[in-house]
Nanobody
Framework: QVQLVESGGGLVQSGGSLRLSCAASGRDFTSYTLGWYRQAPGKQRELVASIFGSDNINYADSVKGRFTISRDNNQNTVFLQMNSLKPEDAAVYYC???????????????WGQGTQVTVSS
């Protein structure tokens, strides 16, 4: 069974750093895009960063220059290094694994349980 297990969330002061980890299991995720989403109270869930392979990377404008997404060698673990954290970064962060559609096969997506990131002023 596919499982995405997140860790690293917690409370950090404004300007501080935090690193989130997501370990994916149950599939070979080499061909999956791995990413991080976040959802703050009263807001839509938004893409924070995604990575396909090792160098196809996208970031939300709000986190560019502060956050770094990376992937381990076996492609099954994704990290989000968050630096210079701001109160507006506070949210529940979700790990996502997505396999794009091919031919008649639909896309598949899997989600982690979410981990809370709180940023204090």
């Amino acid at each position: 069974q596919v499982q995405l297990v997140e860790s690293g969330g917690g409370l950090v002061q404004s300007g501080g750093s935090l690193r989130l980890s997501c370990a994916a299991s149950g599939r070979d995720f080499t061909s999956y895009t791995l990413g991080w989403y976040r959802q703050a109270p009263g807001k839509q869930r938004e893409l924070v960063a995604s990575i396909f392979g090792s160098d196809n990377i996208n970031y939300a404008d709000s986190v560019k220059g502060r956050f770094t997404i990376s992937r381990d060698n076996n492609q099954n673990t994704v990290f989000l290094q968050m630096n210079s954290l701001k109160p507006e970064d506070a949210a529940v962060y979700y790990c996502n694994a997505n396999l794009k559609s091919w031919g008649w096969r639909p896309s598949y997506t899997y989600w982690g349980q979410g981990t809370q990131v709180t940023v204090s002023s």
